[in-house]
């Protein structure tokens, strides 16, 4: 089963140092689940320098979650867009409690 790429793409929000963020990876990777990764881990070690591009996505999270926070409590946040540009957001805590939630979310809604 994949991701029906025709009519979705998923944007991930992620964090570095975020173990629930590298198991969603992991197993949408496993999964053949396409998805476009966002990290908004914005300092980067061992010298704590600003990755911008982070950087932009964490205001992106912030947005987001001022926009919906019933949706956006915690990373990951899983953005499901279909082709004429609506949005679904899901997020730990709000939309799934565990990685294979939010797999399972995937392939029972999105997948081919």
């Not at 979650?65 to 499901?80: C, F, L």
Request: contains cysteine.
């Amino acid at each position: 089963m994949k991701l029906d790429t025709s009519k979705y793409k998923i944007t991930l929000m992620t964090e570095d140092v975020c173990p629930s963020c590298q198991e969603i990876k992991q197993l949408f990777d496993n999964n053949l689940i396409k998805y476009q990764n966002k990290c908004i881990t914005a300092q980067i070690p061992p010298d704590y320098t600003v990755n911008q591009e982070n950087a932009n996505n964490r205001w992106e999270f912030h947005d987001l979650a001022g926009k919906y926070p019933d949706k956006v409590s915690n990373t990951p946040v899983m953005i499901i867009e279909d082709v004429e540009g609506n949005q679904e957001i899901f997020s730990a805590g709000a939309g799934y409690e565990t990685a294979e939630e939010a797999l399972e979310l995937i392939q029972k809604n999105y997948c081919i």
